[in-house]
């Protein structure tokens, strides 16, 4: 399970992109650790799946999607990380106070969970990141997501004390708290 790659996602794989991200929503976590669901990420057309692939390809300046790729080119894992600019607002509608990357879209396949594949793919988005010039990296996690939450320990993050509810534009995820777990440069 040590025979992987990781990579930036090139924009004419969208469909590599929609593949597995419609397998993440079945995981069995994904009620708490997307805020979608499949039967809405399935009904999108083609063409959203290419805009988000070339919005994080090769060349992206405000995100940057990575994939860990085993022997033979199958997908075992992704992380995306968003720029958010300092003086804007999140999709939490918490106040951006410096430009930070924003981790989203974390997933590795069970048989690949708990190694270096976790490791690498957050590895390569941080470094990313700090390439392209922000302060800290931070994503969000359900409270009660407590996998995740040792994952992304392991990896460096940790609770920053900010909390952030679920607002009402998001259906059934509505109410959920997430808890912001930041790396700060250093």
Same mark, same amino acid.
């Given at each position: 399970?040590?025979? +992987?790659?990781?990579?930036?996602?090139?924009?004419?794989?969208?469909? =590599?992109?929609? $593949? #597995?991200? =419609?397998?993440?929503?079945?995981?069995?976590?994904?009620?708490?650790?997307? %805020?979608?669901?499949?039967?809405?990420?399935?009904? %999108?057309?083609?063409?959203?799946? *290419?805009?988000?692939?070339?919005?994080?390809?090769?060349?992206?300046?405000?995100?940057? *999607?990575?994939? $860990?790729?085993? $022997?033979?080119?199958?997908?075992?894992?992704?992380?995306?990380? #968003?720029?958010?600019?300092?003086?804007?607002?999140?999709?939490?509608?918490?106040?951006?106070?410096?430009?930070?990357?924003? @981790?989203?879209? @974390?997933?590795?396949?069970?048989?690949?969970?708990?190694?270096?594949?976790?490791?690498?793919?957050?590895?390569?988005?941080?470094?990313?990141?700090?390439?392209?010039?922000?302060?800290?990296?931070? %994503?969000?996690?359900?409270?009660?997501?407590?996998?995740?939450?040792?994952?992304?320990?392991? @990896?460096? +993050?940790?609770?920053?004390?900010?909390?952030?509810?679920?607002?009402?534009?998001?259906?059934?995820?509505?109410?959920?708290?997430?808890?912001?777990? @930041?790396?700060?440069?250093?």
């Amino acid at each position: 399970m040590n025979d +992987f790659v990781v990579r930036g996602i090139r924009a004419e794989e969208w469909g =590599l992109v929609k $593949a #597995l991200r =419609l397998e993440a929503l079945k995981d069995s976590a994904a009620a708490i650790a997307f %805020l979608e669901t499949y039967e809405h990420a399935v009904a %999108l057309p083609d063409s959203f799946w *290419q805009e988000r692939a070339l919005g994080s390809g090769e060349g992206a300046g405000g995100a940057r *999607q990575f994939v $860990a790729e085993a $022997a033979g080119g199958e997908w075992v894992g992704s992380v995306t990380v #968003l720029v958010e600019e300092a003086g804007s607002v999140d999709w939490a509608g918490l106040p951006v106070e410096r430009r930070q990357g924003h @981790v989203v879209g @974390v997933y590795v396949r069970p048989e690949w969970r708990g190694g270096a594949v976790t490791r690498e793919l957050f590895e390569a988005g941080v470094e990313w990141a700090w390439g392209v010039g922000v302060e800290r990296v931070r %994503l969000l996690v359900h409270e009660e997501n407590l996998r995740a939450q040792q994952a992304y320990r392991k @990896v460096g +993050f940790a609770p920053s004390g900010i909390a952030a509810p679920v607002g009402d534009g998001f259906g059934d995820f509505s109410g959920q708290v997430e808890i912001e777990f @930041v790396r700060e440069r250093g």
